[in-house]
């Protein structure tokens, strides 16, 4: 999980916020692991750096894990000139910090999470994390196509003179593996995310082992975007940590991705999208409870692009929009996000659409038609697979 709330010296991967008996409690919790605490201690020490964070509340502060509290502040700052300083700092990486501050007038249902809002924000963005997640049955196949290995090599006190970009390099040698997951037959793959290595032997049937970090973080990898047409595979990498300096080849690697696929898809075409002005579309043909509106349309030289609003259940973030030119198979179209919301049971998209033609002087206003379309049959499945004989010569 990437960081909410990072400093020199310290990093957050989750802030909860809630209110209990007037009171507003935020839970900060530290990185898992702590996988680069020596790296960063030493790194701080040479660069002899100084630092700072306060959260300041509307209301008093409570009590505070941070070791300055002032009023309604409450922090940390550091000197790297001083080791107790900095043991102080390395501490609040070892367990959750918790601040009590008076809540005022500020009441909040339920709690807050970043790590939720983050996977509402990427299941509004067709992330399908709020399908159900089953094991894969058969037809899944997974084949190897490379991989890339990095070494890192560091001269006698060539550490001492690293610059702040290779402060942590360490941390970038390993082998990532390229492969390809095909889906079974009449399945079409649309997403695939958190692709890891399970477990991994080289030539000598040695374990080459996880990083630490693995089962920690979590990946968010899209491999299907509107533009780019879905088929019955897509890429992943995987992570791997360097094997032992006389590997010649990784002989077996288990690994997992979570894979969305569909059957097909049910769609609605919109034509001569410049005419629908601000008119509401019912898409219910398609998707129950879903309108679409198409707020504006610009026309460019070679481009037609459309804003285009949805509205309906939360499951509009898998409507697939492109823009089509009747007679111009060359045309590209492709759409990206502009925001997304939800109010109570209501969910609101914004996307641009657009579509650049070949071959033609001007697009010709009037000929776009706008193709709705919504995938059928969606499974999220837990894929897992080997990979044998990958070469390391």
């Known amino acids: ?22 009171a507003l409690k935020v839970t900060l919790s530290p990185s898992a692991g702590g996988r680069y605490a020596r790296q960063i201690r030493a790194y701080l020490k040479r660069s002899e750096a100084r630092g700072s964070l306060r959260f300041v509340f509307p209301g008093k502060v409570l009590s505070s894990d941070f070791p300055e509290t002032e009023g309604n502040a409450t922090g940390f700052s550091f000197d790297a000139k001083s080791d107790e300083s900095l043991d102080a700092l390395m501490k609040l990486q070892e367990k959750p910090v918790v601040i009590l501050a008076e809540a005022g007038e500020l009441k909040l249902a339920e709690p807050l999470e970043s790590r939720q809002l983050m996977r509402s924000r990427h299941a509004l963005a067709g992330s399908n994390e709020d399908l159900p997640l089953t094991d894969a049955g ?7 196509l490379g991989l890339t290995i990095r070494s890192v090599y560091l001269f006698p006190e060539g550490e001492k003179s690293l610059d702040d970009s290779l402060a942590f390099v360490d941390e970038r040698a390993g082998v990532t593996v390229n492969a390809k997951v095909f889906a079974p037959k009449g399945r079409i793959v649309l997403s695939a995310m958190n692709a890891k290595v399970l477990s991994a032997k080289d030539d000598k049937g040695r374990e080459i082992s996880k990083s630490e970090s693995d089962d920690d973080e979590e990946s968010y990898s899209y491999y299907y975007f509107s533009g780019s047409e879905p088929g019955n595979s897509t890429r992943i990498a995987l992570q791997l940590p360097l094997p032992e300096f006389d590997a010649q080849a990784i002989d077996e690697l288990n690994g997992e991705v979570i894979a969305v696929t569909a059957s097909g898809w049910k769609e609605i075409t919109i034509p001569n999208v410049q005419s629908v002005s601000t008119n509401e579309v019912d898409l219910s043909e398609i998707l129950p409870g879903a309108k679409l509106v198409v707020k504006k349309t610009t026309s460019q030289e070679r481009r037609i692009q459309a804003q285009v609003q949805l509205t309906g259940p939360e499951a509009i973030s898998r409507l697939d929009l492109k823009l089509v030119l009747p007679g111009n198979a060359e045309a590209h179209s492709y759409s990206s996000n502009r925001g997304s919301s939800m109010r109570s049971d209501t969910s609101t998209r914004t996307v641009d659409v657009q579509v650049y033609t070949y071959g033609m002087d ?3 206003p009037g000929a776009a038609n706008l193709v709705v379309r919504y995938p059928q049959d969606l499974k999220r499945e837990r894929v897992r697979f080997v990979l044998n004989g990958l070469d390391l010569l």
């Open 1 to 22: 999980m990437d960081s909410v709330l990072s400093r020199p010296g310290i990093e957050f991967t989750n802030v909860r916020l809630e209110t209990t008996n007037n």
């Open 362 to 364: 001007e697009a010709p």
């Open 138 to 144: 058969p037809g899944f196949v997974a084949e190897a």
